[in-house]
T-cell receptor, first 110, second 115 residues
């Protein structure tokens, strides 16, 4: 069974600070995705990384895919209250199914 | 962009009743639709995958006779929770995609509460 472990599960930091969220697995994925989910809504895709070692930037968010395609990280620079939310990493397996991590609940204090 | 609409967004009903949830792709053809379940503070768990015109493929541990999935058109899939019980209370989310090379687009979910 493919599993994705996210850490930390919860993170509360002050506005302006930097943070990193990690997503780890013992399995190799064809690609890895990061989503953001608001309460009572479905997840919204932020980015997909495909190549080992790939780095993608989305404004203040930097996503990295591990060289072995088993892990990924999300780094947020100068966090803002609008970044508050649940961040989910998800691995896409060879069967094209998406395996979701449990998520990191991020709270940015103004 | 690709939009997936779920209806209803919230439903409360008595134990023993059946509940139907609709998932529609509004501006693209959903060749494949996925149904997920998310319990509080848990992640999304895939329940089943359905291709238009074919029977759904259920994940291990998901009862196909309890969770009936119909995907009769390229824009609509329905999930019917039959004889629902309190333990079926959860957040049900569908997603849809046009082809395997395209990302899944998620609906806003349906919160099901069984009394």
């Amino acid at each position: 069974t493919q599993l994705l472990e996210q850490s930390p599960q919860f993170l509360s930091i002050q506005e302006g600070e930097n943070l990193t969220v990690y997503c780890n697995s013992s399995s190799v994925f064809s690609s890895l995705q990061w989503y953001r989910q608001e309460p009572g809504e479905g997840p919204v895709l932020l980015v997909t990384v495909v190549t080992g070692g790939e780095v993608k930037k989305l404004k203040r968010l930097t996503f990295q895919f591990g060289d072995a395609r088993k892990d990924s990280s999300l780094h947020i620079t100068a966090a803002q209250p609008g970044d508050t939310g649940l961040y989910l990493c998800a691995g896409v397996g060879r069967d094209d199914k998406i395996i979701f991590g449990k998520g990191t609940r991020l709270h940015i204090l103004p | 962009g690709a939009v997936v609409s779920q209806h209803p967004s919230w439903v409360i009903c008595k134990s023993g009743t059946s509940v139907k949830i609709e998932c529609r792709s509004l501006d693209f053809q959903a060749t494949t639709m996925f149904w997920y379940r998310q319990f509080p503070k848990q992640s999304l768990m895939l329940m089943a995958t359905s291709n238009e015109g074919s029977k759904a493929t259920y994940e291990q541990g998901v009862e196909k006779d309890k969770f009936l999935i119909n995907h009769a058109s390229l824009t609509l899939s329905t999930l019917t929770v039959t004889s629902a019980h309190p333990e079926d209370s959860s957040f049900y989310i569908c997603s849809a995609r046009d082809s395997p090379s395209q990302p899944q687009h998620f609906g806003d979910g349906t919160r099901l509460s069984i009394l």
